[in-house]
């Protein structure tokens, strides 16, 4: 009779462990998908044939439920070049309360290390927000957990991001790449001003020199001998550095 109890028990604590484990991490985010309105869009700009150190920058909003976390990353590429004057009155603890979200984070200013892209259905036609005066279009979402941080908060550590991408490296330009222990090569795809104001496309070549690399790492910069890209069918695997420089695996 104990030993049927203590069964009876166990069953119902591992349905419990079950329930909550199905609510933390199956639970559905799209309930947060319309909190940032849509609205028309009326910023445009020519980039040109070549983007190579393109200034732009990102929103990108963290949404929570339970142990999941939900991100829409939103840039200004055909919108704008951010401009800083409405950059710099972002309030970013603003937009979170307005939009209802865990966080909300503004990545920039950045700058392009590739010399074009091409954008697929998922990243080019995204909903069109507007954030202080500046139009962004979402480009891409992430979903991770509370234990594996939000976008970039961890160094040197992949994140999947849900985007269709081809980035385009032409012969001539100089690469910047990031191989790990393990061989897996990343390619920086576009370098930070927000930890060093002061970073320039020409300091990238001798970047390794400043980073605290982990043990096993290295970092190198090369001249292309011929046309390169990286393509995310659905998904890029992405790396952040200390200066939150951004690099995507080539696969």
């Given at each position: 009779m104990i030993q049927s109890k203590t069964?009876?028990?166990?069953?119902?604590?591992?349905?419990?462990?079950?329930?909550?484990?199905?609510?933390?991490f199956c639970g559905n985010m799209q309930e947060f998908e319309d909190r940032i309105p849509s609205v028309e869009k009326t910023q445009f700009i020519d980039h040109g044939d070549d983007w190579r150190n393109l200034r732009y920058g990102e929103i990108i909003a963290v949404y929570r439920k339970g142990a999941k976390l939900s991100m829409e990353v939103y840039n200004t590429v055909n919108s704008n070049e951010l401009p800083q004057d409405l950059w710099e009155k972002i309030d970013t603890d603003a937009l979170a309360k307005e939009y209802g979200a865990m966080a909300v984070l503004a990545n920039g200013p950045r700058h392009w290390v590739i010399n074009k892209i091409e954008a697929g259905y998922v990243s080019k036609d995204g909903k069109i927000a507007n954030f202080g005066g500046i139009e962004m279009i979402q480009r891409a979402t992430l979903h991770t957990t509370i234990i594996n941080g939000s976008l970039g908060s961890k160094k040197y550590t992949?994140?999947?991001?849900?985007r269709e991408t081809t980035y385009y490296y032409l012969k001539g330009n100089m690469v910047y790449e990031l191989t790990s222990p393990a061989g897996d090569v990343y390619r920086m795809q576009s370098y930070s001003q927000q930890i060093d104001p002061n970073l320039d496309i020409d300091d990238l070549e001798t970047l390794g020199d400043k980073l605290d690399l982990p043990f096993g790492w290295t970092y190198r910069a090369r001249v292309l001998d011929e046309d390169s890209k990286l393509t995310a069918d659905g998904k890029a695997y992405i790396i952040n550095d200390e200066l939150l420089n951004t690099y995507q695996k080539m696969r």
């Open positions: 069964w009876k028990i166990l069953i119902l604590v591992l349905l419990i462990i079950a329930i909550v484990l199905i609510y933390l992949e994140n999947v991001v849900n």
